[in-house]
């Protein structure tokens, strides 16, 4: 069973930097693709960004676009999503995901493998 864990959140004020990691417990095709979600409180979850291992490919929801930046380093278990210039509308649960092959890269249906989460809130 393919595990994912998250850490690296917290509280921040408007304009802070946080920087989340999600380690699987395997680098496989089944891992293939990472991507980080959200859900605010009483919205629904939405695709921020995801990365494709194998190219170190990745893809941008328009509304973090120049703030976050997901990688990867050298050790591919583990894979981070640096968010910077953070606003309150940035407050949310934090989810990373793992799958073979996404269709849709920034959809959570097509995401086999979760983790538990991570909080994220920014404070003016």
């Known amino acids: 069973q393919v595990q994912l864990v998250e850490s690296g959140g917290g509280s921040v004020q408007v304009g802070g930097s946080l920087r989340l990691s999600c380690t699987t417990s395997?680098?496989?095709?089944?891992?293939?693709?990472v991507g980080w979600f959200r859900q605010a409180a009483g919205k629904e979850r939405e695709g921020v960004a995801a990365?494709?291992?194998?190219?170190?490919?990745?893809y941008y929801a328009d509304s973090v676009k120049g703030r976050f930046t997901i990688s990867q380093p050298n050790t591919k278990n583990t894979v981070y999503l640096q968010m910077d210039s953070l606003r309150p509308e940035d407050t949310a649960m934090y989810y990373c995901?793992?799958?073979?092959?996404?269709?849709?890269?920034?959809?959570?249906?097509?995401?086999?493998?979760w983790g538990q989460g991570t909080r994220v809130t920014v404070s003016s």
């Open positions: 995901a793992a799958g073979a092959a996404p269709r849709s890269k920034l959809s959570d249906s097509d995401y086999t493998y």
């Open positions: 990365i494709w291992r194998g190219t170190a490919g990745t």
């Open positions: 395997e680098y496989t095709y089944r891992t293939a693709f």
